[in-house]
């Protein structure tokens, strides 16, 4: 049986806010899942991104909307390499095709 329990993290050990039903000793796996602060979202939309944001699945950009300059290299460093292990796709490029299909001016 699986549950979600708050607890509070003092001296190097979680404690939990109400009673558990574990047994003395049992082996559990925690998800450390830091509380946010109490800014309510707005919508139902808005408290699911920041689920997933808590829970490390999807990364959300700061209110000012701007990205650190380090994420920003980090991102461009990733895409110049996908784009250079690209295989060019096959056929003619788009505007060759055009220009064919348009005929003798």
């Not at 990364?59 to 990733?78: C, H, I, V, W």
Request: proline share 9%.
């Amino acid at each position: 049986m699986s549950e979600i329990i708050n607890a509070v993290y003092q001296n190097g050990v979680l404690r939990p806010t109400e009673p558990v039903s574990l047994s003395e000793g049992e082996t559990v796996r925690l998800e450390v899942v830091p509380e946010t602060p109490v800014e309510e979202a707005q919508t139902e939309w808005e408290k699911a991104l920041q689920l997933a944001s808590d829970r490390g699945l999807i990364k959300l950009r700061p209110k000012n909307n701007k990205m650190e300059r380090e994420e920003f290299l980090q991102r461009d460093k990733a895409w110049r390499e996908k784009v250079k292990n690209m295989k060019p796709l096959p056929g003619k490029p788009l505007s060759e095709e055009i220009i064919e299909a348009r005929g003798p001016w």
